[in-house]
């Protein structure tokens, strides 16, 4: 979204990205430029009207005094995400269930609709779980629920996550400073990225080399520069070593570094179907021996084989890319004309994958002396409203595979504990209203723990946004 944001950024003013609206033709000062104007889908939802079938939030628009709150540069939102699963086969306890909650709420304050200063953006975000999780049962390493891992994977937990500004400059350029969400911000897919209404395991819904270089929530600053109308560069430095439920970082703030860089490539094939793709370069000073890796319920070198001489790093890269193509999109009809000046844009997540059919991939690789799994892929279609009158329904199948490194596969007693990783997930996500969905999920697994049998995992999710 910060990708979009920047691009949308290049119809700033350098006038009034500099402190100063312009004087309009009657001599009066213009409002000054505001984010959230230029594109809505930098909070999760920017209309709070219509009636209870046909809007984007449960509870509405209070009499009229949310959106006028929203159109003034306050806004307040939350969704609360659950899941029930449950093992039919296999996995380390066959026909273990589990109930998990995840509610999240925060606030984005726009500087330029509160008169304050141009092209500002605050925003803080706070999760709250509840329940129990199969990341025990399911006896595999990608968690079945990515939900499950917020904001860590022992509930009942609290903990706020974000706390940042994010800056429009005079250059254009778009600033994030604070503390963030690095899955909010990394590896954006349209098909395959919403753990609230997409895919469920976290191997289909995100890159796992990810979380071997930063957590769910840290400290970092990030910069990203629109070039032109296709491309857009970035750039950030994190805190490797902060991470929930500790506001504070052990050895203190930067003992280690990360950083990072990468492109957002965009075009569109016809008129039409937009196609993306994103590369991504990741350093960490942390020692790879040392990383908790946040988007898998253990590591390996410290669960599973204690102590263990595994291969070390004073320090670790790697690379990332993701890519998406739509194949197909519905033409635009009277009740659903593309959104534009005339309709209410929809939320953010509606905004991101517009109806159509796609597809999505996912590549990862680190040094085979760098993590005990070194290479991940996945791939899926993704689809919305592709049943007439279901314009918000969602489905999707999709794959993911983690493959052991040579160098620690070669260890005898970690090499006869790791294999390769296999997934696949189905999903049906059916939307009763805009703001309540209902999701049933299906997951085989072959286990990367050679101790553990093929899994199947049966689930349901509800989603409810207020």
């Known amino acids: 979204m910060l990708a979009a944001a920047a691009f949308a950024v290049l119809a700033i003013g350098a006038a009034a990205a500099e402190g100063e609206a312009p004087a309009d033709t009657d001599g009066s000062q213009k409002p ?50 659950q899941v ?19 509610f999240e709420y925060g606030i984005a304050l726009d500087s330029g609709k509160l008169g304050l200063w141009p092209g500002g953006l605050v925003v803080a975000n706070a999760y709250s779980s509840v329940g129990n999780t199969l ?31 994010t800056q429009a400059l005079p250059t254009k350029t778009l600033v994030t400073i604070g503390r ?33 270089f930063i957590s769910f929530s840290s400290y970092a600053v990030l910069a ?22 500790d506001y504070g970082v052990p050895g203190g703030l930067l003992s280690d570094v990360g950083t990072g860089g990468g492109a957002d490539i965009r075009w569109k ?18 020692d790879t021996a040392e990383v908790d890796n946040p988007y898998l319920p253990f590591g390996p070198l410290v669960d599973l084989v204690i102590p263990i001489d595994a291969p070390s790093r004073s320090d670790n890269w790697g690379v990332i890319a993701t890519f998406d193509q739509y194949l197909w999109k519905p033409e635009p009809t009277a009740k659903h004309p593309p959104a534009g000046p005339a309709r209410p844009q929809p939320p953010a997540d509606f905004a991101f994958q517009e109806p159509g059919v796609g597809l999505a991939f996912r590549f990862g690789y680190v040094p085979e002396d760098g993590s005990p799994f070194n290479v991940y892929v996945s791939g899926g279609i993704g689809a919305r409203g592709v049943i007439p009158c279901r314009p918000y329904d969602r489905m999707g199948i999709g794959t993911y595979a983690l493959l052991v490194s040579d160098d620690f596969d070669q260890l005898t007693l970690l090499g006869s504990l ?28 072959d286990p990367g723990l050679s101790t553990t049998d093929d899994t199947v995992v049966l689930g349901t999710r509800l989603f409810l946004r207020f």
């Open 418 to 445: 790791l294999e390769d990783e296999v997934g696949f997930e189905a999903y049906y996500n059916l939307a009763l209203t805009p703001a309540v969905q209902l999701s049933f999920d299906l997951q085989w697994i």
């Open 269 to 286: 094939l016809g008129d039409r179907l937009d196609g993306s793709f994103n590369p991504v370069f990741l350093y960490s000073s942390k």
């Open 32 to 81: 000054l430029a505001s984010l959230t104007e230029l594109v809505p889908s930098l909070t999760p939802v920017s209309d709070y009207t219509g009636d209870f079938w046909n809007r984007y939030t449960l509870i509405g628009d209070i009499g009229g005094r949310r959106q006028q709150l929203y159109d003034r540069g306050f806004a307040f939102d939350a969704t609360f995400t």
């Open 180 to 212: 963030l969400n690095a899955a909010n911000f990394l590896d954006r897919s349209r098909f395959a990225n919403d753990r609230r209404s997409q895919f469920l395991n976290a191997g289909v819904d995100n890159n796992l080399i990810v979380g071997s």
């Open 135 to 165: 990341i025990a049962d399911t006896g595999n390493l990608s968690p079945v629920n990515f939900n499950s891992l917020l904001p860590t994977p022992d509930p009942s937990e609290t903990f706020l996550m974000e706390y940042y500004l």
């Open 84 to 102: 029930y699963q449950g093992v039919v086969s296999g996995g380390a306890d066959d026909g273990a269930d589990a109930y998990h909650g995840l």
């Open 224 to 245: 990203v520069q629109p070039v032109n109308e296709h491309l857009a560069v970035y750039a950030a430095v994190w805190d490797p070593t902060a991470a929930p439920t």
